[in-house]
């Protein structure tokens, strides 16, 4: 128990489709994150927030909508996806955050993670 | 461009140690990190290294070497709950979080 908590845990949609995945931290941290994590690859930085406010967006595709209605729930919509978008979604959160996904002091607290197949 | 190399997969024998490599090119260095993630979980962070040196943490230490762009995590004592993959991750100078890909690590009995 990391205490960061994603639903659903798994998810399976068509390119058609819209649902939303949703991040919960119990930490009262005021920095949340989402990654995607790819078979064998980094780790990729999509969004930060930072005290509600998005500090980061590493040229997402606009298919893929963040919100942050305060500073413990993150969601992310997604709408007309494509095959290649199947991935292992990861939120985050840290005490604060810096520019880019980290802080000075750097711990992240992962959930663990939203299985996204696209058909 | 910035990169972190660390090998894909390693094999080990329960009881035995294994060292993990991780060797970094970034802009800058801020400190470097490792994180555990068991399979379908979350990662969660193991050590984080900012001078050079060895930090020991139970069974677990990580190395890191500034000038020569390396860390290694060792493990010590594995058990089977050792398998995972290890992620090395290093804040770069512009404080952005550069992740390797990680390496997954199989143990024997």
């Known amino acids: 128990e990391t205490g960061v908590t994603q639903t659903p845990r798994h998810l399976v949609m068509g390119m058609t489709n819209k649902k939303s995945l949703k991040c919960e931290q119990h930490?009262?941290?005021?920095?949340m994150y989402w990654y995607k994590q790819s078979a064998k690859k980094p780790l990729e930085l999509m969004f930060v927030?930072?005290?509600?406010?998005?500090?980061e967006n590493n040229s997402v595709p606009s298919r893929f909508s963040p919100e942050c209605p305060n500073s413990s729930h993150l969601f992310l919509h997604l709408h007309t996806l494509q095959p290649e978008d199947s991935a292992l979604y990861l939120c985050?959160?840290?005490?604060?955050?810096?520019?880019?996904?980290?802080?000075?002091?750097?711990?992240?607290?992962f959930g663990e993670g939203s299985r996204l197949t696209v058909l | 461009g910035q990169n972190i190399d660390q090998p894909t997969e390693m094999t080990a024998t329960e009881g035995a140690i294994v060292q993990i490599n991780c060797t970094y090119q970034?802009?800058?260095?801020?400190?470097l990190f490792w994180y555990q993630q068991h399979a379908g979980e979350a990662p969660t962070f193991l050590s984080y290294?900012?001078l050079d040196g060895l930090e020991e943490k139970g069974r677990f230490s990580s190395f890191l070497s500034r000038s020569k762009g390396y860390s290694y995590l060792l493990l010590k004592e594995l058990q089977m709950k050792d398998s995972a993959s290890y992620l090395c991750?290093?804040?770069?100078?512009?404080?952005?979080?550069?992740w390797g890909a990680g390496t997954k690590l199989i143990i024997k009995p």
């Open positions: 985050a959160s840290s005490q604060e955050g810096g520019t880019s996904g980290t802080t000075n002091t750097g711990e992240l607290f």
């Open positions: 930490l009262g941290h005021n920095a």
């Open positions: 927030y930072n005290f509600k406010e998005q500090t």
């Open positions: 970034t802009s800058g260095f801020n400190g």
């Open positions: 290294n900012v």
């Open positions: 991750a290093v804040i770069d100078g512009n404080y952005q979080l550069i």
